[in-house]
């Protein structure tokens, strides 16, 4: 996006409000836009990880266990930066998957938007771009046609991920502390 911003840093494109004309605009300004957005989503999963980066080890099924296990030191031996101290809350908890679905559902709904972009930009009616042949495909009746069919799967593929998301938080939403079966089903849509 950086790349094609500052190429067309004084290339002229008109803005939209409503998919109409709006304001003039460059065409770099509007790659920028996309890249904020994207620059945002990619800090907010490096933000996530602080959060996902912790050992649940020794919490056992409840409430710890009887061998003695120094789990701070297991958890510096495994990579993590620290612990979920509450065991019960280590049990029951799947933030970590909630939240990185989360932040990826954000990231899809700005893959989606571009896409969109892509589907209208190259239309016969917009004209503003031309899409490479491996991002395209003709029509089975039509071979005059050139399809977006890369920016079109994109966009459908963002509501899987939303749809990944729902089901996470619908399945946790009602369950008491700590360890309930239904949990193992939140690890599939992860």
Known sequence: ?????????????????????AQPVTAGHYLLAYFDMFGRDFQRIRECFARVNLSPMGAAALAGTGFKVDRSLTASYLGFDGLIENTMDAVSSRDFAIETVSALSILMTHVSRISEEVVVWSSQEFGYVDLPDDHSSTSSIMPQKKNPVTAEVLRAKSADIFGELTA???IMK?????????????????
């Open 1 to 21: 996006l950086i790349e094609h911003a500052e190429r067309h840093l004084d290339t002229a494109s008109p803005g939209f409000t409503h998919l109409q004309h």
């Open 168 to 170: 996470m938080v619908g």
């Open 174 to 190: 009602g369950l008491p502390l700590a360890y309930n079966l239904d949990m193992q089903e939140v690890t599939a849509h992860l």
